[in-house]
Nanobody, 124 residues
Framework: VVQLVESGGGSVQAGGSVQLTCVASGYTHSSGRMGWFRQAPGKEREGVAAIYTGGGSTFYVASVKGRFTISQDTAKNTVYLQMNSLKPEDTAMYYC?????????????????WGQGTQVTVSS
């Protein structure tokens, strides 16, 4: 059974930083993809960042480039999302995702497994 467990969410003021952590158990895809999505109330879930587990190349949605960094520790089956210079519009539930490399990383079709989500709230 694959489980993705997120942690690290919380409330922060604009300009602050938060690091999210996702620990994957039962998932050992050496050439797959892991990533982070977010969903704000009334909005669709959007891909924020992704990393290819085999080579380490990364993807970022335009709105977070230069502010967010995704990284992985393959030995620990863990993926991180370092979020800096946070803005109120970054407020959302953040979900860890794991799957194959099919499809665009910003879409949801490559995702086979989802975490339960962790809330990030940025106040102005």
């Amino acid at each position: 059974v694959v489980q993705l467990v997120e942690s690290g969410g919380g409330s922060v003021q604009a300009g602050g930083s938060v690091q999210l952590t996702c620990v994957a158990s039962g998932y050992t895809h050496s050439s797959g993809r892991m990533g982070w999505f977010r969903q704000a109330p009334g909005k669709e879930r959007e891909g924020v960042a992704a990393i290819y587990t085999g080579g380490g190349s990364t993807f970022y949605v335009a709105s977070v480039k230069g502010r967010f960094t995704i990284s992985q520790d393959t030995a620990k089956n863990t993926v991180y999302l370092q979020m800096n210079s946070l803005k109120p519009e970054d407020t959302a539930m953040y979900y860890c995702a794991a799957g194959t490399t099919r499809g665009h990383p910003a879409g949801v079709y490559w995702v086979d497994y989802w975490g339960q989500g962790t809330q990030v709230t940025v106040s102005s």
